[in-house]
């Protein structure tokens, strides 16, 4: 049974940073994509990351881009997302997803979609506060 479990979240304060980490197990094929995933309440869960098994291929929101890095260790089968000068506006519960294939995903097919994803952690709060 493919299982995931987020750790290293916490509260920072603006300007900060943050590893979040994603241990994978159960994973029966080569090919799948883990997603970072959050949700701040009163909103929807929104993507803001993934990254491919096969290839490395990376996807980031916009509101993210350039501050939140995405990168596995396919070794460990866990995927981490390095999160810099952390905003108010990036507190939320972040959740990783993972979903495997037998050919190697695309992720114009998933990005942004929670329903492809297979598995999803039990979430890690984030909160960036003064």
């Known amino acids: 049974q493919l299982q995931l479990v987020e750790s290293g979240g916490g509260l920072v304060q603006p300007g900060g940073s943050l590893r979040l980490s994603c241990a994978a197990s159960?994973?029966?094929?080569?090919?799948?994509?883990i997603g970072w995933f959050r949700q701040a309440p009163g909103k929807e869960r929104e993507e803001v990351s993934c990254?491919?098994?096969?290839?490395?291929?990376?996807w980031y929101a916009r509101s993210v881009q350039g501050r939140f890095t995405i990168s596995r260790d396919n070794a460990k089968v866990t995927v981490y997302l390095e999160m810099n000068d952390l905003k108010p506006e990036d507190t939320a519960v972040y959740y990783c997803?993972?979903?495997?294939?037998?050919?190697?995903?695309?992720?114009?097919?998933?990005?942004?979609?929670?329903?492809?994803?297979?598995?999803w952690g039990q979430g890690t709060q984030v909160t960036v506060s003064s």
């Open positions: 990254i491919t098994s096969h290839d490395g291929s990376t």
């Open positions: 997803a993972a979903t495997e294939r037998t050919t190697p995903v695309r992720l114009p097919v998933i990005v942004g979609v929670p329903d492809e994803y297979d598995a």
């Open positions: 159960g994973l029966r094929s080569d090919y799948y994509a």
